[in-house]
Every structure is written in C-alpha cells, then in structure tokens.
C-alpha cells in the first residue's frame, strides 16, 4: 500500500492550535496536508460558498488556507489541492464539544460529513472543557483513532463523530461507541438594547438539558471515556414512511 | 380546538415570492405569522448566528423580518415573537429543488430541522424548475399536506421534506412517501482569475447524477409525482455502531 494520503482542516481556521496539533498526530500515518479555512468559521454548518470566487494560498509546505468555509475546504482540498484521492479526512480538533443535536450546527461535523459525501473515510474530533485547552492527550487518542480507520474502515457513508474528555491519557476510562443524545436548551435567548434604546436578541447562554441514555455521546463523555457516534449521510426515517402511509388519509 | 398557530419562514428572505405563496396558501388553516429572514440565505445551512444580536421588526401585521438565518428566525420566532408555541412550521417554498444530500445544505430544510428540535411538526417545501417560477400548484401542495400534518401528525423526531414538480396542478401524478438520494456532482469546480492573474476557484455548474432507486425522492419527483421525504433528528448510523464494535479491533 502506497503511503496513506490525509486532508487535515477544521472550522476555526488555519491558525488553530487544535488544528494543528491535529496535523502533526496523524503525520506519522502518512502524508498530512492542511486545507483550512482563513479565519474562525465555527458555527457556519454545512455552509457552502457559491456567490464569489475562492483563493488558496499556500502557508508554508503541506500546509494551505482560503478564505471560505470547511465544507469549501473539503471540496477544494479533494478537488483543487491534493494530487490524489485521499485516504482519510480528519477535522478538528475543536475547543469545545459536538454532542447529540448541536452536531447539526458543528462546521467541524461538517467538514467530515462533506468527505463521506465523496466516499472518503472521515472524522470529526472534538475536546471538552474550557480554555486554555491542552490537545495532546486528544492528539493522541486521534492518532489511534486515525490509524484504525486506515486499517480496519468504517461503515458506508458513515463518518465518526468523536468527543475528547478534558483529562490526562491515564485518566480517559476507554473509548466507546455511542448514539447521538437529545439536547435541550431553556432559556438561551438573551435581550438586549442597541445605543438607540431598540431591543435585540442575543442567541447564547441559558442552560442546556440532555437526554437519551447512558449510551448517548453526552452520557459517555460526561463518565470519562471517549465518545465516538458513527453518523450516517442518510437522514431518511425510513419507519416513518411506514407511518405515513399508514396515518395519513389522503 | 383553538385555532392552529403556523410559523412560516424561509431562507430566500422576507420579500421572496414563494414564502408570500405560502403564507396566503396557511392562512385559511389557522393564525400564519412570517418570521423570515431580511435578505437572501440560501445555502447558510443550519447556521445560527451568536456572534451579534439580532434585531426583529415588524413589516407589516403578522409579518416579522429579523437580519439572520433561518434556524435565528425558527429559535427567535418560537420563543420571542410568538405568544405562544405554534402548532405548525412550514419553510419555503424554495424556488429551486431540495433533494437527496444536498439537503444538508439547505437553509429551507434547517429551518424545519430546528422546529423539530423544538418538538413542532415541521414542513420544508421546494419547487423544480427554472426562474421564472409560478408557486401557485406548490401553494395548492402546501395547504393540502399542512392540512394533513395538523390532521394526522408526524413520526416523532422528524420533519418533512417537500419537492413538488414543475407541473399544474391536473399534470400532477401524485403525492408519494420517499427516501433521500444520493447525488454527485462532476466537474463541480469552476477556474477563474483574479484582475491581478491570480487563480480562484468557484464552486458551482458542472454536472449532477443520481443513484438511489426509484422510490427516491429524485426519481419521484423526475416522475412527475410530489416527493415526501421523512427526515429524522437522529443521525446516528446504528448497524454502524455494530460493524465498528466487530470490525475495530482497539
């Protein structure tokens, strides 16, 4: 086997250490190369940018940006960058957790979702906790992660959505496979005045619930372990075409 | 029963043809109250908008615009224009399709993906064919089917995905139940240069094919039927985490 060609991006851009600590994990499995956005696009789900012209720049060898989206990243990266097919995409690492819902949101969910779509093993790392964060233990569990979806694959149209507890090597209790859990957020609308006195809302805070089971990523990653979710491109509730036809009188 | 509460939003903005259409087509099934975004946010995905606060006015009686997203008008709708919580979603009607993968793109598609969260029967409407569109055989579509969601319900956790054909509404062949495609483009990458002779790439054209099957939401549709698509929360790919509990030997 010819050695493994990996896209490297993410959604808070280029110069993101978890990014980076990303690339330099799975540089031992093979040739790593960097597609990732300019600038912080968190938040920006499976935006794709098709009203203007997008440019790469190359930062230093292996390592490129351009001034768009993750899911631009992919595309480009697979189609404009790489020379050849590549073997895995990873995203990541991400400051912060893309549990249960919130994935829907997640650019860096995004980014792996995109590489699935062109039949590319990929996957979506993510760490809990807070800033200032440490990626190394996460790097590593990357590592590992990375060079079992190079040996034993992953399933068809599927990427892996994996969650990081904030904790030293020695600390993490094991790696699991897990289901999405359900979030819910209460009160996470802020008001507030602009300097003309008129009210805005202000999307954020609040407290957020969670539910779903001990076998959902929150649960998992909340007990010490690592959570991985694998996620399907097919979005289809095929039960639910039973209901309809059974329940709708048309 | 009281009378049913419909939020009707889009991610064409607060002027689009195809959400007045709608609007007027929901209004003889209850109280319908726009809340839809200022300007055009097609391709914005599931993005939500935190970085700012977001300002909400009132156009005309029922009509509300706010300077975000789709998923910022369902989450801003629901719990700060609305008095109460509404029986009702529906987004759209997209001039332009919303099938198979691309779905994960689309703006008209979140909005309902974001109603569901909420636990609120969710409807995205899309319509085939070319600029000038005429909405009024997808408006006739709209009401019939969010008749039928106010009548009979919905699978738990899922929203409805609409595409109707470019057809009247006697050329119409039906409605049918169907699953998502899959889509790949080719050559879906255009080259350009900058006024300076620097190279950037354009996401966009080239040449789209389809797999899947004909009970497809594509192939439906192609067929001249109106294609219902049940689309689930819960993306977790659940014989998957089976294959990975086999396959991955950690």
């Known amino acids: 086997m010819a050695e493994p060609l990996i896209l490297v991006t993410n959604d808070d851009g280029v110069y993101a250490p978890g990014l980076r600590a990303l690339f330099d994990a799975v540089r031992s499995l093979g040739r790593a190369i960097i597609v990732a956005p300019e600038r912080d696009k968190s938040a920006v789900s499976h935006s794709l940018t098709m009203n203007r012209p997008l440019r790469v720049r190359e930062l230093e060898p292996d390592i490129h940006t351009l001034d768009g989206t993750p899911t631009d990243c992919v595309t480009i990266g697979m189609n404009k960058v790489?020379?050849?097919?590549?073997?895995?995409?990873?995203?990541?690492?991400?400051?912060?957790?893309?549990?249960?819902?919130?994935?829907?949101?997640?650019?860096?969910?995004?980014?792996?979702?995109?590489?699935?779509?062109?039949?590319?093993?990929?996957?979506?790392?993510?760490?809990?906790?807070?800033?200032?964060?440490?990626?190394?233990?996460?790097?590593?569990?990357?590592?590992?992660?990375?060079s079992m979806a190079l040996t034993f694959g992953l399933p068809e149209n599927t990427l892996l959505n994996i969650n990081v507890p904030d904790k030293t090597a020695p600390e993490i209790k094991g790696i699991r496979f897990t289901r999405q859990g359900r979030r819910v957020y209460k009160n996470a609308i802020q008001e507030t005045f602009d300097p003309w006195g008129r009210k805005h809302y202000w999307i954020g805070g609040g407290t957020v619930h969670w539910s779903g089971g001990n076998d959902t990523d929150e649960e998992v990653l909340r007990g010490g372990s690592v959570s991985v979710t694998p996620i399907q491109l097919d979005l289809t509730n095929h039960a639910g075409i039973d209901f309809l036809k059974k329940n709708w009188q048309m």
């Open 82 to 146: 790489l020379t050849r097919r590549p073997d895995l995409i990873v995203s990541g690492i991400n400051p912060g957790v893309n549990l249960g819902d919130d994935i829907s949101y997640s650019g860096t969910v995004s980014a792996a979702i995109e590489g699935t779509m062109y039949g590319v093993p990929s996957l979506a790392f993510s760490l809990a906790g807070e800033s200032p964060f440490d990626f190394s233990t996460a790097a590593g569990i990357a590592w590992k992660l990375a």
